[in-house]
């Protein structure tokens, strides 16, 4: 079974520049989950699809970020503009949801530098 | 809201020494738990989950985990540490009630010495 796929592995941008992020998650899995996780933290929750709607996007910043799944399988994540505080590695997990199924798989992630 | 508490940043432990990780939780209703491992450069791998039944549940490579209600926690344990278990651990929570999202701990750096 493949596992969770993110592209790129990495990216260095200025501030003030624009940037998207993309994701495949395992398949048949409904809920999608974009993390971002700055240096010495744990994964902080940006957005919650199950399939191609938004379960939970409280903790997004809608001014500059933005996220779609599109036909409720792959996920971009934009940021525009982008702030050095914006610095972190962006993780996608995908999980099926079932009762007894409940573990979201994780991609290797996009580190993002911006300077 | 959910939330993970993981109360050391760094344990150290010998070679053949038995581990343990601390994992505290809240959650408004009845939790599914979680234990992930992160090496270095590399995204979040799953190690164990407790959904129901047995307090003591097992995982990969050797590591277990008791969940207690009543102390609200979910420690991480293995009977013998090797120094290939150095890396950083992540406790996280989601409540079972709805579909809420999953919360993580901010983390736990494992150093196992020779």
């Known amino acids: 079974e493949a596992g969770v796929a993110q592209s790129p592995r990495y990216k260095i941008i200025e501030k003030r520049q624009s940037v998207a992020f993309w994701c495949n998650p395992i398949?048949?899995?409904?809920?999608l989950y974009w993390y971002q996780q700055i240096l010495g933290q744990g994964p902080k929750l940006l957005i919650q699809?199950?399939?191609?709607?938004?379960?939970?996007d409280s903790q997004l910043p809608k001014d500059r970020f933005s996220a779609e799944r599109l036909k409720g399988v792959d996920s971009t994540l934009k940021i525009q503009p982008a702030k050095l505080e914006d610095s972190a590695v962006y993780l996608c997990a995908s999980s099926l949801d079932s009762p007894l199924n409940t573990e979201a798989f994780f991609g290797q992630g996009t580190r993002l530098t911006v300077v | 809201a959910q939330s993970v508490a993981q109360p050391e940043d760094q344990v150290n432990v010998a070679e053949g020494n038995p581990l343990t990780v601390k994992c505290t939780y809240s959650v408004s209703g009845n939790p599914y738990l979680f234990w992930y491992v992160q090496y270095p450069n590399r995204g979040l791998q799953f190690l164990l989950k407790?959904?129901?039944?047995?307090?003591l549940v097992k995982g990969s490579y050797g590591f277990e985990a008791e969940f207690n209600k009543s102390q609200t926690s979910f420690h991480l344990k293995k009977p013998s540490a090797l120094v290939s278990d150095s890396a950083l651990y992540f406790c996280a929570v989601r409540d079972r009630s709805g579909n809420t999202p999953l919360v993580f701990g901010k983390g736990t750096r494992l150093s196992v010495i020779a």
């Open positions: 398949s048949g899995h409904a809920t």
């Open positions: 407790y959904i129901t039944g047995d307090n």
């Open positions: 699809f199950q399939n191609n709607g938004v379960v939970d």
